[in-house]
């Protein structure tokens, strides 16, 4: 499946997620109440940020053994994910899933989530065995065989 994912609204944890949610607010809050809930929203955000950058650190990190700096992930509030780049491999949690993000395998294009990695089988398999292609680019299917 591919998703365009980290467009505008992608954003870098720390220090500009609060400048990512100043641009994507239309108006200025003119009463008390609102910006009250809006501090709540921010404070919501973050926390939120917080907790994803830290568990895509730690399961890449106890999947690879290497250490994944905060900052060199990218949250998006918006879709619900962390990105984090290791040695060119583009790890991905959404939610719970943890996945690679590939591009097409034909073309070199896009971007394609595997299937969840719960473990070192699936990370070796997402690395080295699984391949996404977009419709057009699919191979096609082997002449048949009539040798036989
Ligand atoms: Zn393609």
Redesign the pocket.
Known sequence: MYTQLFRSDEMKYPPTINAGLDAAWHSTPTHAWQSEVIAHYVDAVDEFALRLCRSLAERVGSLTGRTISQRDITVNFAARCARATLDSVVFQLRGHDLSIVR????????QFETPPITDRVDLGYALAGWQA??P??EPADPPEDTSW
């Open positions: 591009p097409c395998a034909h073309c070199g294009t896009g292609y977009h057009e680019c």
